[in-house]
Nanobody, 112 residues
Framework: QVQLVESGGGLVQPGGSLRLSCAAS????????MSWHRQAPGKERELVAS????????NYVDSVKGRFTISRDNAKNTVYLQMNSLKPEDTAVYYC?????WGQGTQVTVSS
């Protein structure tokens, strides 16, 4: 069955960096686009970034452009989200998604 397992979250100071990973299994990873979403307390879940099956096309929500980078390694069945220059407003649970399948999420907290 499809499994998506996120890792890499944690507590970081403003201006810091984190790299999230999403290990996928149970489907032909290189055939599917993938995306990262986040949900902050009291807010709706939002799309953060998406990547095409080959990695050639990426898209970002305006609030993270220039700070976050989505990438993938099809040999490792893994998608990444490199987050730099983190801000307190980036605090949220971050989820990996493929179509209707979601991971369990990983908490990112940006605080001094």
């Amino acid at each position: 069955q499809v499994q998506l397992v996120e890792s890499g979250g944690g507590l970081v100071q403003p201006g810091g960096s984190l790299r999230l990973s999403c290990a996928a299994s149970g489907f032909p990873f290189s055939n599917y686009g993938m995306s990262w979403h986040r949900q902050a307390p009291g807010k709706e879940r939002e799309l953060v970034a998406s990547i095409s099956p080959t990695g050639g096309n990426t898209n970002y929500v305006d609030s993270v452009k220039g700070r976050f980078t989505i990438s993938r390694d099809n040999a490792k069945n893994t998608v990444y989200l490199q987050m730099n220059s983190l801000k307190p407003e980036d605090t949220a649970v971050y989820y990996c998604r493929r179509s209707s399948y979601w991971g369990q999420g990983t908490q990112v907290t940006v605080s001094s």
